[in-house]
């Protein structure tokens, strides 16, 4: 039986996808802060590295997926939050998960970012250059003096893509596969913070994908599972975007 991890198994996409995984023969451990088999806070140096003792505690040190949902919008507290969960309590749990994976049988892992990613200019945003040095207190710090939670949000993405992208070339010889899901708007308790939030609210309703509608996180789940399956065996280090036509619409001359 494959074993595979899921953070953010509380709710939303992961709380999906921990279900659909389940249904296709996946043993399923869940990282969330509550309601979860391993219950820590991934915005914490001291929780990420409680979170991995306990996985490899619970699978033998033998992992065969790794799906990384746990993240939190532009609502969240602050953007320092955003930071540290969206791209810290990722490339935090494939540091310390990726022995186990190699490890495993036809291992692979998933990160969700988002279309958020390919807004303009976030790669030449100071926090994303922190993030990418693993610079955690210089990230936080550029995130708070920016003082705009959605550029947080965008640029951590941006960033924990780009990171999953260099960890695909890295561990490939290794036999681990690595991919970037990019979601459009999915409803789930993240996008209704985002409509009834004052700042977002009006922007989030007007941006509309081409299919006309956002998505059920049952949508997202199905191609996570396709991409955590064997059917996707030469799938690799690719970015996938599941957003309705969101990110044709927003550069379709790029890809
Ligand atoms: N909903 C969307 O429109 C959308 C669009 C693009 C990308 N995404 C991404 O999808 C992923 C899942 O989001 P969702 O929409 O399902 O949101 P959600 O709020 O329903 O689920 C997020 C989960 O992450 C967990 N989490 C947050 N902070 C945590 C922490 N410090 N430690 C442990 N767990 C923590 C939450 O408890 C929650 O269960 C996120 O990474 C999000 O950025 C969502």
């Known amino acids: 039986m494959s074993v595979t991890v899921v953070t953010g198994s509380a709710s939303g996409i992961g709380a999906a996808v921990r279900e659909q995984l389940k249904q296709a023969g996946h043993r399923v451990i869940g990282i969330d802060r509550q309601h979860a088999d391993i219950v820590?806070?991934?915005?914490k140096a001291e929780g990420r590295r409680a979170a991995v003792a306990s996985v490899l505690d619970a699978c033998g040190g033998v992992l065969d997926g790794l799906v990384c949902c746990a993240g939190l919008g532009s609502t969240a507290p602050s953007s320092s939050l955003i930071v540290s969960v969206n791209y810290f309590g990722v490339s935090e749990l494939l540091e310390g998960l990726g022995d186990a994976?190699?490890?495993?049988?036809?291992?692979?892992?998933?990160l969700i970012g988002?279309?958020?990613?390919v807004h303009p200019g976030?790669?030449?945003l100071p926090m994303v250059e922190a993030m990418?040095?693993?610079d955690e207190a210089g990230a936080c710090a550029q995130a708070e003096a920016m003082g705009m939670p959605h550029a947080a949000y965008a640029g951590s993405k941006y960033a924990m893509t780009v990171h999953g992208r260099r960890k695909a070339v890295e561990w490939g010889p290794r036999g681990i596969r690595l991919n970037v899901l990019a979601?459009?708007?999915?409803?789930?308790p993240l996008l209704q913070a985002s409509l009834a939030d004052p700042r977002?609210?009006?922007?989030?309703?007007?941006?509309?994908a081409p299919l006309g509608r956002n998505s059920?996180?049952?949508e997202i789940a199905s191609v996570a599972c396709f991409l955590q399956s064997a059917q996707a065996s030469f799938v690799h280090g690719t970015v996938v975007f599941v957003d309705g036509g969101m990110d044709a619409m927003s550069r379709p001359d790029r890809f």
């Open 40 to 43: 820590a806070d991934l915005s």
């Open 101 to 110: 994976l190699a490890r495993g049988s036809k291992p692979a892992a998933l």
């Open 114 to 117: 988002s279309v958020a990613s």
């Open 122 to 124: 976030m790669d030449k």
């Open 132 to 134: 990418l040095a693993g």
């Open 183 to 188: 979601p459009g708007a999915v409803d789930t």
């Open 200 to 208: 977002y609210g009006e922007a989030t309703r007007k941006f509309i």
């Open 216 to 218: 059920t996180p049952d």
